[in-house]
Protein backbone atom coordinates (compact mmCIF):
# COMPACT_ATOMS: atom_id res chain seq x y z
CA UNK A 1 0.00 0.00 0.00
CA UNK A 2 1.36 3.37 -1.14
CA UNK A 3 1.27 6.42 1.10
CA UNK A 4 0.00 9.43 -0.87
CA UNK A 5 1.50 13.13 0.65
CA UNK A 6 0.11 15.83 -0.37
CA UNK A 7 2.20 18.95 -1.44
CA UNK A 8 1.53 21.48 1.27
CA UNK A 9 3.14 18.63 3.85
CA UNK A 10 6.22 18.05 1.64
CA UNK A 11 7.00 21.43 1.61
CA UNK A 12 5.86 21.92 5.52
CA UNK A 13 8.94 18.96 5.77
CA UNK A 14 11.25 20.32 3.79
CA UNK A 15 11.18 23.65 5.32
CA UNK A 16 11.15 22.55 8.76
CA UNK A 17 14.27 20.24 8.02
CA UNK A 18 16.44 23.22 6.01
CA UNK A 19 15.39 25.74 8.49
CA UNK A 20 16.81 23.13 12.04
CA UNK A 21 20.14 22.58 9.24
CA UNK A 22 20.69 26.38 8.44
CA UNK A 23 20.34 26.71 11.87
CA UNK A 24 23.38 24.39 12.98
CA UNK A 25 25.10 25.85 9.81
CA UNK A 26 25.15 29.48 10.58
CA UNK A 27 26.24 28.40 14.83
CA UNK A 28 28.86 26.35 13.43
CA UNK A 29 30.06 29.37 10.44
CA UNK A 30 29.60 32.02 12.89
CA UNK A 31 31.99 29.98 15.40
CA UNK A 32 34.65 29.28 12.61
CA UNK A 33 34.32 32.49 11.45
CA UNK A 34 35.01 34.23 14.61
CA UNK A 35 38.14 31.76 15.36
CA UNK A 36 39.87 33.02 12.31
CA UNK A 37 39.01 36.53 12.47
CA UNK A 38 40.84 36.56 15.99
CA UNK A 39 43.17 34.66 14.99
CA UNK A 40 44.34 36.95 11.81
CA UNK A 41 43.90 40.17 14.22
CA UNK A 42 46.05 38.82 16.80
CA UNK A 43 48.46 38.29 14.39
CA UNK A 44 47.96 41.63 13.06
CA UNK A 45 48.36 43.35 16.24
CA UNK A 46 51.84 41.26 17.31
CA UNK A 47 53.88 42.23 14.23
CA UNK A 48 52.72 46.32 13.68
CA UNK A 49 54.16 46.74 17.07
CA UNK A 50 57.66 46.34 15.29
CA UNK A 51 58.39 49.72 13.75
CA UNK A 52 59.06 48.37 9.67
CA UNK A 53 56.94 45.45 10.15
CA UNK A 54 56.66 45.09 6.26
CA UNK A 55 60.55 44.05 5.81
CA UNK A 56 58.58 40.77 6.90
CA UNK A 57 56.83 40.06 3.85
CA UNK A 58 59.05 38.10 2.26
CA UNK A 59 59.01 35.58 4.83
CA UNK A 60 55.25 35.58 5.10
CA UNK A 61 54.57 35.16 1.55
CA UNK A 62 57.48 32.26 1.57
CA UNK A 63 55.33 30.30 4.43
CA UNK A 64 52.29 31.19 2.53
CA UNK A 65 53.95 29.43 -0.98
CA UNK A 66 55.27 26.66 1.24
CA UNK A 67 52.30 25.84 2.96
CA UNK A 68 50.28 26.00 0.11
CA UNK A 69 52.08 24.10 -2.49
CA UNK A 70 52.42 21.50 0.64
CA UNK A 71 48.55 21.10 2.05
CA UNK A 72 46.41 22.32 -1.01
CA UNK A 73 45.60 19.88 -3.43
CA UNK A 74 47.37 20.56 -6.49
CA UNK A 75 48.55 23.21 -4.54
CA UNK A 76 45.72 25.33 -5.72
CA UNK A 77 45.13 28.61 -3.89
CA UNK A 78 42.59 28.27 -1.51
CA UNK A 79 39.89 30.93 -1.45
CA UNK A 80 36.16 31.91 -2.15
CA UNK A 81 37.23 31.07 -5.93
CA UNK A 82 38.22 27.75 -5.06
CA UNK A 83 34.75 27.35 -2.69
CA UNK A 84 32.75 28.58 -5.66
CA UNK A 85 34.59 26.19 -7.97
CA UNK A 86 33.48 23.27 -5.57
CA UNK A 87 30.19 23.91 -5.84
CA UNK A 88 29.64 24.76 -9.54
CA UNK A 89 32.02 21.59 -10.00
CA UNK A 90 32.19 18.73 -7.63
CA UNK A 91 28.66 19.25 -5.40
CA UNK A 92 30.31 21.42 -2.53
CA UNK A 93 33.38 18.58 -1.84
CA UNK A 94 35.88 21.04 -0.15
CA UNK A 95 39.21 18.82 1.24
CA UNK A 96 39.26 19.62 4.89
CA UNK A 97 43.25 20.42 4.60
CA UNK A 98 42.43 22.68 2.57
CA UNK A 99 40.54 24.71 5.16
CA UNK A 100 43.63 24.11 7.20
CA UNK A 101 46.15 25.64 4.52
CA UNK A 102 44.09 28.74 3.93
CA UNK A 103 43.65 29.37 7.86
CA UNK A 104 47.85 29.75 8.44
CA UNK A 105 48.64 31.17 4.55
CA UNK A 106 46.24 33.63 5.31
CA UNK A 107 47.67 34.90 8.47
CA UNK A 108 51.24 34.37 6.77
CA UNK A 109 50.26 37.02 4.17
CA UNK A 110 48.30 39.76 6.13
CA UNK A 111 50.03 39.86 9.01
CA UNK A 112 53.74 40.97 7.31
CA UNK A 113 51.77 43.36 5.33
CA UNK A 114 51.04 41.59 2.14
CA UNK A 115 47.72 43.40 0.29
CA UNK A 116 44.52 40.81 0.64
CA UNK A 117 41.52 39.87 2.48
CA UNK A 118 40.01 38.13 5.26
CA UNK A 119 36.71 37.65 3.16
CA UNK A 120 37.91 35.09 1.08
CA UNK A 121 39.49 32.42 3.38
CA UNK A 122 36.65 32.85 5.85
CA UNK A 123 34.06 31.69 3.02
CA UNK A 124 36.81 28.62 2.26
CA UNK A 125 36.98 27.71 6.30
CA UNK A 126 33.30 28.10 6.66
CA UNK A 127 32.24 25.62 3.38
CA UNK A 128 35.12 23.34 3.92
CA UNK A 129 33.86 22.73 7.57
CA UNK A 130 30.42 22.21 6.27
CA UNK A 131 31.51 19.93 3.51
CA UNK A 132 33.27 17.98 5.94
CA UNK A 133 30.18 17.89 8.20
CA UNK A 134 28.31 16.70 5.25
CA UNK A 135 30.62 13.86 4.16
CA UNK A 136 30.60 12.94 8.07
CA UNK A 137 27.01 12.67 8.37
CA UNK A 138 26.55 10.96 4.61
CA UNK A 139 24.29 13.75 2.81
CA UNK A 140 23.77 13.24 -0.70
CA UNK A 141 25.68 15.37 -3.16
CA UNK A 142 22.53 17.76 -3.84
CA UNK A 143 22.16 18.14 0.15
CA UNK A 144 25.93 18.60 0.42
CA UNK A 145 25.98 21.66 -2.53
CA UNK A 146 23.20 23.25 -0.50
CA UNK A 147 24.79 23.09 2.58
CA UNK A 148 28.00 24.82 1.42
CA UNK A 149 26.14 27.68 0.08
CA UNK A 150 25.22 27.86 3.23
CA UNK A 151 28.32 27.28 4.70
CA UNK A 152 29.70 30.42 2.19
CA UNK A 153 26.53 32.42 2.48
CA UNK A 154 27.04 32.60 6.52
CA UNK A 155 30.81 33.53 6.19
CA UNK A 156 30.23 36.42 4.09
CA UNK A 157 27.35 37.42 6.87
CA UNK A 158 30.17 37.12 9.47
CA UNK A 159 32.67 39.24 7.61
CA UNK A 160 31.01 41.97 6.07
CA UNK A 161 28.60 42.42 9.24
CA UNK A 162 25.67 42.72 6.94
CA UNK A 163 23.73 39.47 7.05
CA UNK A 164 20.90 39.89 4.30
CA UNK A 165 24.29 41.32 2.30
CA UNK A 166 25.83 38.41 3.00
CA UNK A 167 23.17 35.75 2.05
CA UNK A 168 22.94 37.31 -0.92
CA UNK A 169 26.43 37.79 -1.73
CA UNK A 170 26.93 33.55 -1.64
CA UNK A 171 23.87 33.16 -3.53
CA UNK A 172 24.63 35.95 -6.41
CA UNK A 173 28.60 35.11 -6.63
CA UNK A 174 28.24 31.39 -7.95
CA UNK A 175 26.48 31.83 -10.84
CA UNK A 176 26.88 35.80 -12.83
CA UNK A 177 23.14 36.63 -13.86
CA UNK A 178 21.32 33.76 -11.97
CA UNK A 179 20.43 33.35 -8.27
CA UNK A 180 20.22 30.09 -6.45
CA UNK A 181 16.63 30.47 -5.55
CA UNK A 182 16.55 27.05 -4.28
CA UNK A 183 19.05 28.30 -1.51
CA UNK A 184 17.23 30.93 -0.54
CA UNK A 185 15.99 29.85 2.45
CA UNK A 186 18.80 28.37 4.23
CA UNK A 187 21.08 30.69 2.88
CA UNK A 188 19.22 33.78 4.56
CA UNK A 189 18.96 31.70 7.96
CA UNK A 190 22.49 30.45 7.91
CA UNK A 191 23.62 34.03 7.27
CA UNK A 192 21.54 35.40 10.21
CA UNK A 193 22.50 32.84 12.87
CA UNK A 194 26.02 32.98 11.40
CA UNK A 195 26.17 37.28 12.23
CA UNK A 196 24.65 36.98 15.30
CA UNK A 197 26.80 34.17 16.69
CA UNK A 198 30.44 35.82 15.61
CA UNK A 199 28.41 38.99 17.15
CA UNK A 200 27.69 37.33 20.28
CA UNK A 201 31.38 35.90 20.36
CA UNK A 202 33.26 39.69 20.01
CA UNK A 203 33.48 40.57 16.71
CA UNK A 204 32.79 44.12 15.69
CA UNK A 205 31.75 45.77 12.51
CA UNK A 206 31.57 48.98 10.61
CA UNK A 207 28.74 50.75 10.20
CA UNK A 208 28.28 54.66 8.72
CA UNK A 209 25.18 55.98 8.22
CA UNK A 210 25.14 58.35 5.29
CA UNK A 211 22.23 61.04 6.33
CA UNK A 212 23.72 63.78 4.19
CA UNK A 213 22.80 63.02 0.63
CA UNK A 214 22.80 65.82 -2.38
CA UNK A 215 19.15 66.99 -3.56
CA UNK A 216 18.37 65.32 -6.74
CA UNK A 217 19.09 67.22 -9.56
CA UNK A 218 19.75 66.29 -13.39
CA UNK A 219 23.87 67.07 -12.57
CA UNK A 220 23.97 65.32 -9.30
CA UNK A 221 22.51 61.82 -11.08
CA UNK A 222 24.64 62.55 -14.62
CA UNK A 223 27.79 62.39 -11.42
CA UNK A 224 26.15 59.17 -10.11
CA UNK A 225 26.04 58.03 -13.73
CA UNK A 226 30.33 59.14 -13.80
CA UNK A 227 30.90 57.69 -10.96
CA UNK A 228 29.23 54.31 -11.88
CA UNK A 229 31.70 54.34 -15.40
CA UNK A 230 34.67 55.01 -13.28
CA UNK A 231 34.32 52.55 -10.49
CA UNK A 232 33.23 49.88 -13.31
CA UNK A 233 36.79 51.45 -14.96
CA UNK A 234 38.55 50.71 -11.73
CA UNK A 235 36.94 47.20 -11.38
CA UNK A 236 38.16 46.18 -14.95
CA UNK A 237 41.43 47.25 -13.59
CA UNK A 238 41.70 45.18 -10.77
CA UNK A 239 40.57 42.17 -12.50
CA UNK A 240 43.18 42.13 -15.22
CA UNK A 241 45.69 43.52 -12.96
CA UNK A 242 44.97 39.68 -11.22
CA UNK A 243 44.92 37.96 -14.09
CA UNK A 244 48.24 39.42 -15.95
CA UNK A 245 50.06 38.86 -12.40
CA UNK A 246 48.70 34.95 -12.77
CA UNK A 247 49.94 34.68 -16.01
CA UNK A 248 53.23 36.76 -15.51
CA UNK A 249 53.76 34.45 -12.68
CA UNK A 250 53.37 31.29 -14.56
CA UNK A 251 55.34 32.19 -17.72
CA UNK A 252 58.23 33.11 -15.05
CA UNK A 253 58.89 29.17 -14.61
CA UNK A 254 60.35 29.94 -11.55
CA UNK A 255 59.51 27.88 -8.28
CA UNK A 256 56.62 29.62 -5.93
CA UNK A 257 59.13 29.71 -2.90
CA UNK A 258 61.50 31.63 -5.54
CA UNK A 259 58.90 33.60 -7.00
CA UNK A 260 57.25 34.70 -2.91
CA UNK A 261 60.90 35.86 -2.32
CA UNK A 262 61.09 38.06 -5.09
CA UNK A 263 57.75 39.35 -4.54
CA UNK A 264 57.43 39.78 -1.65
CA UNK A 265 61.05 42.16 -2.14
CA UNK A 266 59.35 44.32 -4.24
CA UNK A 267 56.21 44.90 -1.95
CA UNK A 268 58.78 46.08 0.38
CA UNK A 269 60.78 48.41 -2.22
CA UNK A 270 57.30 49.82 -2.71
CA UNK A 271 56.46 50.40 0.69
CA UNK A 272 59.48 51.78 1.21
CA UNK A 273 59.61 54.56 -1.69
CA UNK A 274 56.29 55.17 -2.14
CA UNK A 275 53.40 54.42 0.39
CA UNK A 276 52.50 51.71 3.24
CA UNK A 277 48.96 52.34 2.97
CA UNK A 278 48.21 49.24 0.52
CA UNK A 279 49.88 47.08 2.98
CA UNK A 280 47.71 44.73 4.60
CA UNK A 281 44.03 45.15 5.05
CA UNK A 282 44.04 48.95 5.33
CA UNK A 283 41.16 49.01 7.39
CA UNK A 284 41.62 51.77 8.95
CA UNK A 285 42.53 54.00 5.79
CA UNK A 286 38.95 52.84 4.44
CA UNK A 287 37.09 54.43 6.92
CA UNK A 288 38.79 57.41 7.18
CA UNK A 289 37.78 57.73 3.42
CA UNK A 290 34.35 56.64 4.17
CA UNK A 291 33.88 59.08 7.24
CA UNK A 292 35.38 61.74 4.63
CA UNK A 293 39.00 62.14 5.79
CA UNK A 294 41.38 62.96 2.95
CA UNK A 295 43.31 60.60 1.57
CA UNK A 296 46.10 60.63 -1.05
CA UNK A 297 44.38 59.91 -4.43
CA UNK A 298 46.61 57.40 -6.24
CA UNK A 299 46.04 55.25 -3.50
CA UNK A 300 43.48 53.23 -5.18
CA UNK A 301 45.94 52.74 -7.86
CA UNK A 302 48.41 51.60 -5.57
CA UNK A 303 46.46 48.98 -4.04
CA UNK A 304 45.60 47.51 -7.33
CA UNK A 305 49.43 47.25 -7.79
CA UNK A 306 50.33 45.62 -4.40
CA UNK A 307 46.96 42.82 -4.33
CA UNK A 308 48.04 41.66 -8.01
CA UNK A 309 51.99 41.11 -7.12
CA UNK A 310 50.68 39.52 -3.51
CA UNK A 311 48.36 36.84 -4.59
CA UNK A 312 49.96 36.21 -8.08
CA UNK A 313 53.42 35.43 -6.16
CA UNK A 314 52.48 33.35 -3.48
CA UNK A 315 50.39 35.25 -1.01
CA UNK A 316 46.75 34.00 0.39
CA UNK A 317 43.97 36.35 1.04
CA UNK A 318 40.94 37.78 0.18
CA UNK A 319 39.84 39.99 -2.69
CA UNK A 320 37.07 41.69 -1.39
CA UNK A 321 38.31 43.68 0.99
CA UNK A 322 40.68 44.93 -1.76
CA UNK A 323 37.79 45.91 -3.66
CA UNK A 324 36.06 48.02 -1.17
CA UNK A 325 39.52 49.78 -0.18
CA UNK A 326 40.03 50.49 -4.19
CA UNK A 327 36.12 51.76 -4.21
CA UNK A 328 36.21 53.52 -1.27
CA UNK A 329 39.69 55.20 -1.88
CA UNK A 330 38.65 55.37 -5.54
CA UNK A 331 35.41 57.49 -4.29
CA UNK A 332 37.23 59.51 -2.36
CA UNK A 333 39.31 60.66 -5.15
CA UNK A 334 36.65 61.30 -7.63
CA UNK A 335 34.34 63.07 -4.84
CA UNK A 336 37.12 65.89 -5.40
CA UNK A 337 37.23 65.97 -9.00
CA UNK A 338 33.02 66.13 -9.02
CA UNK A 339 33.27 68.48 -6.47
CA UNK A 340 31.00 65.78 -4.34
CA UNK A 341 31.25 65.28 -0.58
CA UNK A 342 33.72 62.74 -0.59
CA UNK A 343 32.35 60.13 1.76
CA UNK A 344 29.11 59.80 -0.31
CA UNK A 345 31.08 58.66 -3.66
CA UNK A 346 33.32 56.61 -0.77
CA UNK A 347 30.63 55.00 0.32
CA UNK A 348 29.38 54.33 -3.20
CA UNK A 349 33.14 53.17 -4.50
CA UNK A 350 32.56 50.71 -1.26
CA UNK A 351 29.77 48.93 -3.20
CA UNK A 352 30.18 49.46 -6.84
CA UNK A 353 33.71 47.83 -6.58
CA UNK A 354 32.22 44.92 -5.08
CA UNK A 355 29.19 44.83 -7.68
CA UNK A 356 32.04 45.12 -10.49
CA UNK A 357 34.52 42.89 -9.48
CA UNK A 358 32.29 40.32 -8.39
CA UNK A 359 29.46 40.15 -10.82
CA UNK A 360 26.99 41.32 -7.89
CA UNK A 361 24.93 43.91 -8.23
CA UNK A 362 22.26 42.80 -6.37
CA UNK A 363 23.81 42.05 -2.96
CA UNK A 364 26.55 45.26 -3.14
CA UNK A 365 22.94 47.39 -3.57
CA UNK A 366 21.53 45.81 0.01
CA UNK A 367 24.88 46.38 1.08
CA UNK A 368 24.60 49.80 0.71
CA UNK A 369 21.06 50.06 2.46
CA UNK A 370 22.65 47.67 5.43
CA UNK A 371 26.10 49.51 6.07
CA UNK A 372 25.50 53.05 4.82
CA UNK A 373 21.67 53.83 5.50
CA UNK A 374 18.49 53.98 3.34
CA UNK A 375 19.23 57.94 2.25
CA UNK A 376 22.57 56.88 -0.38
CA UNK A 377 20.95 53.48 -1.65
CA UNK A 378 19.00 54.60 -4.48
CA UNK A 379 22.27 56.32 -5.92
CA UNK A 380 24.17 53.51 -4.79
CA UNK A 381 22.19 50.79 -6.47
CA UNK A 382 22.87 52.60 -10.22
CA UNK A 383 26.45 53.23 -9.73
CA UNK A 384 26.80 49.63 -8.78
CA UNK A 385 24.89 48.37 -11.73
CA UNK A 386 27.10 50.31 -14.02
CA UNK A 387 30.03 48.98 -13.05
CA UNK A 388 28.55 45.80 -12.99
CA UNK A 389 28.32 46.74 -16.62
CA UNK A 390 31.38 48.04 -17.43
CA UNK A 391 33.21 45.43 -15.77
CA UNK A 392 32.38 42.87 -18.76
CA UNK A 393 32.17 39.10 -18.72
CA UNK A 394 34.86 38.90 -16.18
CA UNK A 395 35.36 38.52 -12.27
CA UNK A 396 38.43 38.46 -9.52
CA UNK A 397 36.69 35.10 -9.15
CA UNK A 398 37.05 33.20 -12.57
CA UNK A 399 35.79 29.99 -11.51
CA UNK A 400 32.16 31.93 -11.58
CA UNK A 401 29.56 30.95 -13.94
CA UNK A 402 27.78 32.44 -16.78
CA UNK A 403 24.14 32.61 -17.52
CA UNK A 404 23.47 35.57 -19.16
CA UNK A 405 25.39 38.12 -21.54
CA UNK A 406 25.98 41.77 -20.44
CA UNK A 407 25.44 43.11 -24.10
CA UNK A 408 22.77 41.65 -27.10
CA UNK A 409 26.02 42.95 -29.11
CA UNK A 410 28.23 40.11 -27.49
CA UNK A 411 28.29 35.99 -28.72
CA UNK A 412 29.60 34.10 -25.83
CA UNK A 413 28.45 31.01 -24.80
CA UNK A 414 26.73 30.55 -21.60
CA UNK A 415 27.25 28.03 -19.20
CA UNK A 416 30.77 27.67 -18.82
CA UNK A 417 33.29 29.28 -16.05
CA UNK A 418 34.37 32.95 -16.65
CA UNK A 419 37.79 32.14 -17.36
CA UNK A 420 36.50 29.88 -20.55
CA UNK A 421 34.96 31.70 -21.97
CA UNK A 422 36.11 34.39 -24.96
CA UNK A 423 33.63 37.28 -25.64
CA UNK A 424 33.07 38.08 -29.48
CA UNK A 425 31.09 40.89 -31.42
CA UNK A 426 27.91 40.04 -32.68
CA UNK A 427 28.53 41.23 -36.47
CA UNK A 428 24.94 40.33 -37.18
CA UNK A 429 22.26 43.19 -38.09
CA UNK A 430 19.94 41.19 -35.50
CA UNK A 431 21.92 41.17 -32.39
CA UNK A 432 23.02 44.37 -33.19
CA UNK A 433 21.35 47.41 -30.90
CA UNK A 434 18.98 49.34 -33.91
CA UNK A 435 20.81 52.68 -33.35
CA UNK A 436 24.27 51.04 -34.39
CA UNK A 437 22.43 48.84 -37.02
CA UNK A 438 20.77 52.25 -38.29
CA UNK A 439 24.02 54.31 -38.36
CA UNK A 440 26.04 51.55 -40.29
CA UNK A 441 23.20 51.67 -43.17
CA UNK A 442 23.56 55.30 -43.12
CA UNK A 443 27.20 55.26 -43.59
CA UNK A 444 26.90 52.39 -46.10
CA UNK A 445 24.41 54.14 -48.52
CA UNK A 446 26.82 57.27 -48.41
CA UNK A 447 29.88 55.45 -49.39
CA UNK A 448 27.08 53.71 -52.62
CA UNK A 449 26.33 57.15 -53.58
CA UNK A 450 29.70 59.02 -53.23
CA UNK A 451 30.85 55.54 -55.79
Known amino acids: MKIRFKEETVIFVSVVKWIVLATIVGIVTGISTTLYIKGLYWAITATARLRHYYLLIPLGLLASATIVKRVSPGGKIPGANLAIEAVNRFSGHIPFRVVIAEFFATIATIAAGGSGGKEGPSVQIGGGVISALSSLLR ?8 LVVCGICGAFSSVFGAPLTGAMYGL ?8 LYEVLLPAFVAGIISYHVSSALGITYFYHPINIVPVFSNLFFIKIVVAGIFFGLCSFALVEALAYGKKLSYKSGLPIEVKSIIAGVVLVVLAFLVSTHPLGLGINLMEGAIRGEAVPWYDFLLKILFTAVTLSFGGTGGKVTPMVFIGATAGSALGSVLRMDTSVLAAIGFVSLLAGASNTPIAASIMAVELFGAAIAPYAAIASIISFAITGHRSVYPSQQLAVKKSASIDIELGRELEAVSPRFATSEKSLPRT ?8 WRKKKKAR
Do not use: C, P, Q, S
Open 139 to 146: FDNADRRK
Open 172 to 179: EVMVVGNI
Open 436 to 443: ITTLWEIV
